[in-house]
């Protein structure tokens, strides 16, 4: 029963699914049931299906071990919908699949899914503007000129540029690097160090680079407390305070100095029920719909661990700013719970971290259209975000100084073009030029301490130990 491990790259979710529907078709084990006195070839009971399943996807790695049994059912609700499986009447159609008795079998051929069409988008190349082109609707010809009156030196200056003595005057515009040209950097450089990661030819399939906002990339970096939590500047998309209070008292359990509401037996239970009510009904998942396929081609590389934090990483700076923030607040509750052994069981029969993944998979990531494996697809996300949220939500300092570099060059080639004789009294020499902008200094290998002292020599008495 071997799963093969499914990379990054387009339609990571449908090949999924026909990959696992092609193993279950092709070891699922059949043989002989009687059911009322009637016996049938070829089928399996709808338990025993369970169990091979179960077991199929716990071993897979592109799913896990966290594969929960009620998961495993509610994959099968879906194979039966689409008539991978149908009972042994040959019905199907509808999702009423139950771990029993039933009986099942496989029908002549199941379907697998056609990889979705979907536009190709446009890459879009930044075009900085070039120092020797003017600005848009400006041209040597709408430059106005006062009428003069010609008398004998005036000609003498015309002719003199006629014939080549004297040079003609020109207007020079100067440009600017603006503020859009930055983020258009920053944009740009983003999505190319992602799919550097991703290993792949072209982000298109993956996601929309229209959708992506500049600014939520450098609001992402720069606008962070000290604990690295994104500051926003619009208060009214922030969490409201009763679920914030909420998250706090579960998250600090059972230290609530912020609640002031009287605690009974079963408290917790109601609060965390109202923190997963309020998730639970949000609009849009926070990982966003469009960048759904890029969060689940990324899914590809948690064999590579480095590499799935680091492109996490990149796709966690894409999201806006509030939703980066809820997801940062939401993950590090659902770590202190799962860590806190004074905190009492939140459901019976149901352990903390896998109660936290269930509760809160969807409301992470889900496709805003069906996609049949997003569930555990999801719950596989959340596992990874929980163990390595603090990681994950860092700010890529590697990314953030190559970008800073980037753009204080184009300013100082900037100013070089625009002022060349300044810059070049500023700096006659290459050498001038190098004491204030140095290279950067390679960083040099930690010098070990026992490299420093002399190997053990045997202590030998010397004349200042003397009398």
């Known amino acids: 029963m071997e799963h093969r491990i499914v990379g990054p790259g387009p339609y990571r979710a449908t090949k999924l699914w026909n990959e696992t529907i092609e193993l279950f078709r092709a070891r699922m084990p059949l043989r002989k049931h009687r059911c009322r006195f009637k016996r049938y070839e070829h089928c399996f009971t709808a338990a025993e299906a369970v169990d091979w399943l179960h077991e199929l996807l716990r071993c897979s790695q592109n799913f896990g071990p966290e594969v929960t049994r009620k998961q495993t059912v509610q994959l099968l609700k879906k194979f039966l919908k689409n008539h991978v499986i149908e009972d042994i009447k040959g019905k199907w159609g509808q999702e009423d699949f139950e771990d029993n008795r039933h009986l099942y079998r496989f029908p002549p051929s199941?379907?697998?899914?056609?990889?979705?069409?979907?536009?190709?988008?446009?890459?879009?190349?930044?075009?900085?503007?070039?120092?020797?082109?003017?600005?848009p609707g400006t041209s040597q010809e709408n430059i106005p000129v006062k009428p003069i009156v010609m008398n004998s030196e005036m000609w003498y200056k015309r002719h003199s540029i006629a014939i080549g003595e004297v040079p003609a005057c020109r207007l020079v515009h100067r440009r600017q690097l603006t503020e859009?040209?930055?983020?258009?950097?920053?944009?740009?450089?983003?999505?190319?160090?992602?799919?550097?990661?991703?290993?792949?030819?072209?982000?298109?399939?993956?996601?929309?680079?229209?959708?992506?906002?500049?600014?939520?990339?450098?609001?992402?970096?720069?606008?962070?407390?000290?604990?690295?939590?994104?500051?926003?500047?619009?208060?009214?998309k922030e969490l409201p305070h009763w679920v914030l209070s909420a998250m706090k008292c579960l998250a600090n359990w059972p230290n609530c100095s912020d609640w002031k509401q009287p605690m009974y037996l079963g408290f917790e239970k109601d609060v965390f029920k109202t923190i997963a009510d309020y998730y639970g009904h949000l609009k849009e998942p926070l990982l966003t719909f469009h960048l759904f396929d890029a969060f689940v081609s990324v899914l590809g590389l948690l064999q590579k661990e480095n590499m799935a934090v680091e492109a996490f990483q990149m796709c966690c700076l894409l999201l806006p700013p509030e939703n980066r923030r809820k997801l940062q607040l939401l993950l590090r509750m659902m770590t202190r719970i799962c860590l806190n052994k004074?905190?009492?069981?939140?459901?019976?029969g149901l352990g903390t971290r896998t109660l936290m993944v269930q509760t809160f998979s969807r409301c992470i990531l889900c496709s805003k259209d069906e996609v049949?494996?997003?569930?555990?697809?999801?719950?596989?996300?959340?596992?990874f975000l929980m163990d390595n949220y603090q990681e994950i939500l860092k700010v890529p300092v590697a990314l953030q100084t190559s970008i800073e570099e980037r753009v204080a060059h184009l300013r100082r080639v900037q100013f070089q073009k625009?002022?060349?004789?300044?810059?070049?009294?500023?700096?006659?020499?290459?050498?001038?030029?190098?004491?204030?902008?140095?290279?950067?200094?390679?960083?040099?290998?930690?010098?070990?301490?026992?490299?420093?002292?002399?190997p053990f020599q045997p202590f030998q008495r010397t004349r200042s130990f003397r009398m």
């Open 180 to 236: 859009a040209n930055v983020e258009e950097i920053w944009k740009s450089m983003t999505l190319s160090h992602l799919q550097k990661v991703l290993g792949l030819n072209s982000l298109e399939e993956v996601l929309d680079s229209k959708l992506i906002n500049s600014k939520f990339i450098m609001h992402n970096v720069y606008n962070v407390s000290k604990q690295g939590v994104v500051i926003l500047d619009d208060k009214s």
């Open 342 to 348: 004074d905190m009492p069981p939140l459901c019976e």
């Open 372 to 383: 049949d494996l997003d569930e555990l697809l999801a719950a596989r996300l959340v596992t």
């Open 418 to 454: 625009s002022y060349p004789e300044v810059y070049l009294q500023r700096f006659p020499t290459p050498e001038s030029e190098t004491l204030l902008f140095p290279e950067k200094p390679k960083p040099k290998p930690p010098l070990l301490l026992w490299a420093l002292k002399k």
């Open 110 to 135: 199941s379907p697998l899914k056609p990889y979705p069409k979907k536009p190709s988008y446009q890459k879009d190349i930044i075009k900085f503007p070039e120092w020797n082109d003017p600005p």
